[in-house]
């Protein structure tokens, strides 16, 4: 950062004497003639003042290039993004902290590195990241990002208050930005370009949201009754169906997989076995898509097409380990145990040997 250099080559650009410039801050010539030979610098009070009088920012005669900087920060994002989208969160997370030991106030890659911590299961170097943010940015959108990385961290540790206190923080969905954008946009040519590159994310989100709603209705405690819940899930699983038509549901199914799972134990409960049975291979189906996926490919459903949605969060035990355990253990599939189509299941699961 050469100050200095900075305020010779501004000065001079603009043909101002050093004369005149000591004029307009109220110093001597003397202190501007040590300024450009960079044996003082002047104080950071008349750092605005400088700016004003060469018309640019103060980045600009420290020598900060904002675009640069930007474009760089932007790049170390970029380079994370290819660990996150392998669910490497580990190589993410180092590219992030290397990044911030560079720009060591960028709340962008604060955010990001945050986000990747919680997944790596460290949830207080996330949460000191996450409070930095929210005390220091104001960027309305990184501090939405830190508040809803807060929000998951405190609930997931079991601060519930605190989660939920954090949570009546962050504006009504209905003041979101993509929610706007949809409102606002209109139809003609003109907007047809920011319409594709808007709408089929905005689409896929409240898919997924709206997926979630009917499967939190179902919930026995809300007191619908069973033909009603069957219903909702039903109706849950049709709404991911519908939208992800060509079958690319990709991180998005393991929504339809939970719909299924909970139609199942119903069924289960019923001895229905048809049903039964085809929620139990639905199930498998979008556990073994959700797992298996590639992160770097996009949607081509219409809807949704061009959205790429990135990696999917692994867990201890995938998906369908799960499913075959409780296919193995659990005595409520006793009633079709040795139907074809149940062995069918548990051979697409990974385990041909099953015992009869």
Known sequence: MNIGQNIKSLRREQ????????????????AVSQWETDRTAPDISQLPILANVFGVTVDRILGIDVAKTQERIK?????SHEFYGKSDFAGAAAVLEKGLKEYPRSYELMERLADNLSCLGKKQEAVRLCEIILSESRNSVIRESATQSLIFCRGNSGEKKEALGLINTLPHVWSSREDMLLLMLSDCDGDKERILEAVPEYAEFLTNRLMICLQKLSEPKLGYNEDERIKLLRQSAAVGE?????????????????????LGDIYAARKDSE???????????????????????????????????????????????QILKRLKD??????????????????RLGDPKREA
Not at 20 to 25: F, N, S
Not at 330 to 347: G, H, I, L, N, P
């Open 15 to 30: 043909d101002i004497t050093q004369e005149q410039l000591a004029e307009y801050l109220c110093v001597s010539p003397q």
């Open 330 to 347: 659990c005595e409520e599939y006793d009633f079709v145990r040795d139907s074809e189509r149940f062995m069918e299941v548990v051979k």
């Open 242 to 262: 519908t939208v992800f038509c060509d079958g690319d549901g990709m991180f998005s199914a393991q929504f339809m997989r939970t719909a299924y799972k909970k």
């Open 75 to 79: 790049s170390i994002i970029d380079e």
């Open 275 to 321: 049903n039964l049975l085809e929620c139990l291979e639905k199930e498998t189906e979008y556990a073994k898509e959700f797992e298996t996926y590639d992160a770097n490919a996009v949607h081509t459903s219409p809807a949704v097409r061009g959205y790429r949605p990135g990696g999917a969060v692994p867990e201890d035990e995938p998906e369908t380990e």
